[in-house]
């Protein structure tokens, strides 16, 4: 038996998601896979930069997310007698974790071979009860809720996810900015600078909100120009959020990235809450998105359409 579940990409929605806030969020190509079989002994085949195979007892100890999984599902007694092989290396380059969602993937890939059967909404409260389990309780959920649905949604915290199309003309890039990010030690920052200044953080929070909700409801009209502007908007207000916090997720390689992006006539907005990893490119002119595209690669910039 074999399962897989997708990455995934904020279009927007970071930090506002975490207050309540809408996010539109697209799937990558980039999959978490697992597979088992009937062995001869229990053990644990892991893909990431390196292959490594540990029998289950150990396997259990090594992988915390595992063993929430397998606990949260009360699946232990599949796992005797047989092989199980976890696959996220394609959510690797050159050796370092690119922040597309892996453990999320590899959370929801998991539920699907456990429990075959469950619809997509319970693959994703399932999935999300395991990977809170292994987060400790932190995090909205909606990147479990992309890797569940497998498709580009709308997701709000407490709410079913709801997956949506975008419009045909709406072209994107996902650009890695070369450097890797902490998701979590940047929104743990950006709440500690929360605690000292609530009025300026909920002010910040409700002009993401706003703007997200107004993305969507452009979405919902098939307006992509409209959906451009939003996308921008929001883009200059997750600045701002970055530099008044002074936690600076916005970092320096994406500002970089932005001009580049500009000079070529598309949008850039960072993709997540970290301050690395991942930003796309925008256009309705689907030319002007590939010829940025072949630029990026003779500068040897990795990027793969969305």
Not at 158 to 180: F, H, K, N, Q, Y
Not at 276 to 282: L, T
Request: proline content about 4%.
């Amino acid at each position: 038996m074999n399962a897989s579940a997708p990455g995934k990409l904020f279009l927007v929605g970071e930090y506002a998601v975490l207050e309540g806030g809408p996010a539109l969020l697209v799937p990558v190509k980039q999959r978490a896979k697992v597979t088992i079989e009937t062995s001869n002994k229990s053990q644990v085949i892991s893909h990431t930069t390196t292959l490594e195979k540990h029998s289950l007892e150990e396997a259990l100890q090594r992988y915390p997310l595992l063993k929430a999984t397998i606990v949260e599902l009360d699946c232990l007694e599949q796992l005797q007698n047989a092989q199980l092989s976890l696959d996220t290396s394609a959510f690797f380059n050159r050796g370092i974790k690119l922040g597309l969602g892996s453990s999320a993937a590899l959370t929801v890939a998991l539920v699907k071979l456990f429990q075959p059967d469950a619809t997509a909404n319970e693959r994703f409260a399932k999935a999300f009860r395991c990977h809170l389990a292994f987060q400790n309780g932190i995090g909205s959920g909606a990147d479990i809720a992309l890797a569940a649905m497998d498709e580009t949604i709308v997701f709000q915290h407490g709410e079913s996810p709801i997956p949506v199309a975008l419009p045909d003309d709406l072209c994107m890039l996902a650009i890695w900015s070369g450097e890797p990010a902490s998701t979590t030690g940047y929104v743990a920052a950006v709440h500690r600078w929360r605690q000292n200044n609530p009025d300026a953080y909920q002010s910040h929070i409700s002009d993401l909100r706003s703007t997200a909700t107004e993305c969507i409801a452009a979405l919902e009209k098939n307006d992509s120009q409209r959906i451009l502007t939003r996308i921008e908007q929001y883009d200059r207000h997750l600045e701002r959020l970055s530099s008044v916090s002074g936690v600076n997720f916005y970092n320096q390689a994406h500002l970089e990235m932005r001009k580049k992006v500009e000079l070529a006539h598309c949008a850039y907005k960072p993709s997540g809450a970290g301050g690395g990893d991942y930003g796309i490119a925008y256009s309705t002119d689907k030319q002007e998105l590939l010829t940025l595209a072949d630029k990026l690669e003779r500068e040897h910039s990795d990027t793969f359409a969305l």
